[in-house]
């Protein structure tokens, strides 16, 4: 046997690739053996020699050398200077083709090099999906789950694959899924439950692979794990309790996955499900509000939950965060409430339980994404429902707030959900002392700046609140309209050939309910509107040039 590096590379070099000759055998002994001594000097006499060309003949011969082979180009590729020449020398085909053998030691060698040869590169690692190694590796698992070694090999090959887009049509058309609920069941070890949740976690967001884990019975395996760790303060517990209803949560995003779950809302997951709102343990809180969040993706689905009082549990948990101030489980918890408020039939349901009142405890959140979920759950509980719109429109604490995040020009979501909920006030009350609270707390002006949102719901949104504002007290908000520019913000939605017939139209109602102040006429005769109506006339949308006859007469009848 050659000791000495140098001379077991020559020999290699000398030797032909098919004779599993001792001294072939003698000298890959030497490399890995100096490999281990010493990998960076021994894999750089390794490159400079020569010797990495000749491999793939190695390989091919499939031989009791082969397991050798693969292992020492697994160790030389273990530094990043050379895995460009392993796939210069031609090493992955080979390497692919050895994943068909029966032989475990070499397919445990050869899962290595390419896993290593392939390692933080998306291109290679695309490569060997191209080149169709997700299903030999998934049938690996399966044949092979008792061999440790090799089932840890497979599952680091799918961490790493399963992060590539390309890589999840794939294994949709595999058993996959069976395959590694199957295995997570065996597991009694946290390292090994955790190395398959890496793979679980990035595989469940495909949609198909979500319904295929579910249908496994993955669900029933993850409640499993809550119900074990859920009372322990151990790390390792803590941290998979996690990831267990952190997958869950993940599981339920797919629409099929969700409905499969729901069961028409008897379904014994969503049951548990529904438990872990009132539990103390926030990571289950908030799992258990982002759950309900989810399953509340669909009218049906929201009317049975309400109904069956999921709307008390959630109250009951935002009123213990309140003081504690988790945000987010205030977050998730409001996500929920907001989901449920969408169908009509709920918002009335959800007023009467006191929604409102609890959400209105969070006004003081100084947290963005806590203050976007509010003004979300209170715009859609206003919706239609008059009443409610004006006992909150006619609450100077809330205006006064929203007046303020109108200004959160950091926090674009904020500012435009406040602006849409201070329009939302006026547009459902209806109402004059909705109308005084909010041109007393200053709001005009936002409602004209959201006149010229990008966003046409939002602009026709401002539009409507100030025609009603116009028409229900045009001598208190004279000064705001006036101030905030409101007839040149008009003149130019009219003029504005991108805007929507809506917009125009709108803008035109406005036009005309504020003639009746003096100043504002002024400002509409000296931007000459009788001729920027006039040419809409001849619009190709009858409501717009209907709307912009009566406006001219209008605008005439008062020049």
């Given amino acids: 046997m050659a000791d000495n590096l140098s001379e077991a590379l020559k020999t290699?070099?000398?030797?032909?690739?098919?004779?599993?000759?001792?001294?072939?055998?003698?000298?890959?002994d030497c490399l890995l053996k100096a490999l281990a001594h010493n990998n960076v000097k021994a894999s750089g006499k390794i490159q400079e020699m020569g010797v990495l060309p000749m491999m793939p003949a190695l390989l091919s011969a499939q031989?009791?050398?082969?397991a050798k082979v693969a292992n020492v180009i697994a160790e030389v590729a273990k530094n990043e200077f050379m895995r460009s020449p392993c796939v210069e020398a031609g090493l992955i085909p080979p390497l692919v083709q050895l994943l068909n053998c029966k032989d475990q030691e070499i397919l445990l060698q050869t899962g290595r090099a390419l896993g290593n040869i392939c390692y933080d590169s998306h291109s290679l690692q695309a490569q060997l999906i191209s080149m169709g190694v997700i299903p030999i590796l998934v049938k690996l698992l399966g044949v092979h789950s008792q061999n440790t070694a090799l089932t840890e090999m497979c599952l680091i090959a799918f961490g790493n694959l399963a992060e590539l887009e390309s890589s999840k049509e794939q294994f949709a058309s595999t058993n996959i899924a069976e395959e590694l609920v199957r295995l997570f069941r065996k597991q009694v070890e946290h390292e090994k439950k955790e190395m398959i949740f890496e793979v679980l976690a990035p595989l469940a967001e495909n949609d198909v692979i979500k319904l295929?884990?579910?249908?496994?019975?993955?669900?029933?395996?993850?409640l499993e794990v809550v119900a074990q760790t859920v009372d322990s303060d151990r790390e390792e517990d803590v941290a998979q309790l996690k990831t267990a209803s952190d997958l869950m949560v993940l599981l339920l995003l797919g629409d099929e996955s969700m409905q499969k779950?729901?069961?028409?809302?008897?379904?014994s997951v969503f049951q548990r499900v529904l438990s872990w709102v009132p539990s103390n343990n926030h990571q289950l809180q908030l799992a258990g509000a982002l759950a309900i969040a989810n399953f509340a993706r669909n009218d049906g689905n929201c009317i049975h939950m309400v109904d069956?009082?999921?709307?008390?549990?959630?109250?009951e948990l935002l009123d213990k965060h309140v003081e504690e101030g988790n945000?987010?489980?205030q977050h998730a918890a409001l996500s929920a409430?907001?989901?449920?408020?969408i169908p009509v039939v709920n918002k009335s349901k959800m007023l009467l339980a006191g929604v409102s009142d609890i959400v209105l405890k969070f006004l003081k959140s100084e947290m963005p994404p806590v203050q976007f979920k509010l003004l979300g759950t209170l715009r859609m509980l206003i919706d239609t429902q008059a009443d409610a719109a004006e006992q909150l429109g006619t609450n100077t604490k809330l205006v006064e707030r929203l007046v303020e995040w109108c200004e959160a020009k950091d926090h674009a979501g904020v500012m435009g959900e406040s602006n849409r909920l201070l329009s939302a006030l006026i547009r459902h009350s209806k109402s004059k002392d909705v109308v005084r609270t909010v041109i007393q707390g200053g709001g005009v002006k936002h409602l004209v700046t959201m006149a010229t949102s990008e966003h046409m719901i939002m602009q026709n949104e401002a539009l409507v609140a100030l025609g009603l504002i116009a028409a229900l007290n045009l001598d208190c908000a004279e000064t705001d309209f006036v101030g905030s520019s409101l007839v040149q913000v008009l003149h130019k939605l009219l003029t504005d050939e991108r805007s929507a017939p809506e917009i125009k139209y709108n803008s035109m109602i406005l036009i005309c309910s504020i003639m009746g102040s003096e100043p504002l006429h002024k400002e509409v005769q000296s931007l000459a509107f009788i001729d920027v109506v006039s040419n809409l006339r001849s619009h190709e949308n009858k409501t717009v040039s209907h709307q912009a006859s009566l406006t001219e007469q209008r605008l005439t009848a008062q020049s």
């Fill in 12 to 28: 290699l070099k000398l030797s032909s690739a098919d004779s599993a000759s001792d001294s072939v055998e003698g000298c890959l």
């Fill in 63 to 66: 031989n009791s050398c082969t």
């Fill in 212 to 222: 295929q884990l579910v249908e496994a019975g993955l669900v029933e395996c993850l």
């Fill in 261 to 267: 779950l729901f069961e028409g809302g008897k379904g």
């Fill in 308 to 315: 069956t009082g999921i709307v008390q549990k959630l109250l």
């Fill in 327 to 329: 945000v987010t489980v």
């Fill in 337 to 341: 409430l907001r989901n449920l408020a």
